[in-house]
């Protein structure tokens, strides 16, 4: 059966209920990825606010430049935030609840530093440069990668990035030491190998991107506090 709005409301909802499955979740990004693609940004909006907000809350749009983010909020649950750019480079979606972008451990003052600059960057602060090996590259790349594997794995990080920066990302977890997460992207992108895309890529091959991403739960590398030690120490 093709999907469509009314399951596209479903799973929203599920997000928010934390009763979404992986499958609920890849059907989601790539229905929204097809939106982004045939009506750019707007077309995205367009739909959220043309959901029965009965169900799902109250929306608030914010718009800037390629890059759109659509707060949802409703009483007792944190907002849930669906975030969206077509830029040159491709279209990229990123869906997850608003308490859950930010990973906060305060009592640890390497990761404090590292999420303050993160911060900085969800919120518009900063920019990634192409020139030079920042403490704020790196937290970007490292940051990035983290937060797309957290809420959707691989297959999620390389299709809403289309593989951009790759090769700054693997010089940073090699300099930090991040040895499992390393070799864990080095099998996501191989996995795409003999594929015009990586949202094809991930269409296919989504079993063995799931081993991956449950390796990359297992490892649990401290990314944040490995990046402070390399470049904030």
């Given at each position: ?37 045939d009506k750019g940004s707007k077309g995205l909006v367009a739909l ?186």
């Amino acid at each position: 059966m093709e999907y469509g709005v009314k399951d596209c409301l479903s799973d929203l909802m599920r997000i928010w209920d934390s009763t979404a499955s992986d499958d609920d979740e890849t059907s989601l990004n790539f229905f929204l990825l097809s939106v982004i693609q045939d009506k750019g940004s707007k077309g995205l909006v367009a739909l959220i606010q043309s959901l029965d907000k009965t169900q799902l809350g109250e929306v608030e749009i914010t718009e800037g430049g390629a890059e759109v983010v659509i707060k949802i909020t409703r009483p007792g649950f944190d907002p849930l935030v669906v975030k969206a750019g077509d830029d040159d480079t491709s279209p990229w979606i990123d869906v997850r609840i608003e308490s859950d972008a930010m990973p906060i451990a305060y009592e640890d003052p390497r990761h404090a530093a590292f999420y303050s600059i993160w911060e900085r960057f969800v919120y518009g602060e900063l920019g990634f440069t192409e020139s030079g090996h920042s403490v704020e590259n790196a937290v970007y790349l490292v940051a990035t990668l983290e937060s797309q594997v957290m809420n959707g794995g691989f297959g999620q990080y390389l299709t809403n990035t289309d593989g951009l920066h790759l090769r700054e990302t693997f010089a940073c977890l090699e300099r930090i030491g991040a040895i499992k997460t390393h070799a864990l992207l080095t099998a996501a992108v191989e996995l795409a190998s003999g594929f015009d895309t990586y949202v094809a890529a991930w269409d296919e091959r989504s079993d063995r991107y799931s081993c991956l991403d449950g390796e990359f739960y297992e490892a649990a590398e401290d990314l944040a506090g490995l990046t402070a030690d390399a470049f904030l120490l």
